[in-house]
């Protein structure tokens, strides 16, 4: 039960200062100060491999261009009537609001009655694009991919 979870927990501390010398450790920075707090973390990246944050990037120096995603914007929205589709280069952390802007600017569709889908080369269905303060990187949009700007009821 609870008792035994505890136990797990809390084992090993009985021994502070052996081996320690009685010297000050420096503060664990980084992997070591996790893996000193979760002792089962190299066990479970083993299983699960390594973890990915937003902070884990397509391979890149920091570069601007490296940190670009080129995109197909089509509008779809009947409203907008016949619009070619533009390929454009937009930052990863372009958040789909900012993208929708984007799209006002070149369709003539207010962004606020937007929906963007986005769509991988040589998937099926489009995805939904929301909500709008999330990086288009995060919802999973790639380099290569195509945008779809619809229009909602509104």
Known sequence: GVSGTATAA????????????GTQRAPQRGNNAVAANHPRMAALLGVHGQLA??????????????????LTLTCVAA????????????????TVGKLKLLCEKLFKVKADTQQLF???PHQGMPELLEPDDYDISYLGVRDGGTILVGAGDE
Do not use: C, F, N, W
Request: net charge positive.
């Open 10 to 21: 809390g084992g090993g501390g009985g021994g502070a200062g052996s081996g320690a010398g």
């Open 53 to 70: 944050t937003h902070h884990t990037r397509a391979a890149g120096s920091g570069k601007m261009g490296e940190d670009m995603l080129q």
């Open 79 to 94: 409203s907008a009537g016949e619009k070619a589709p533009q390929v454009k280069k937009v930052p990863m952390t372009i």
């Open 118 to 120: 986005y769509k991988e």
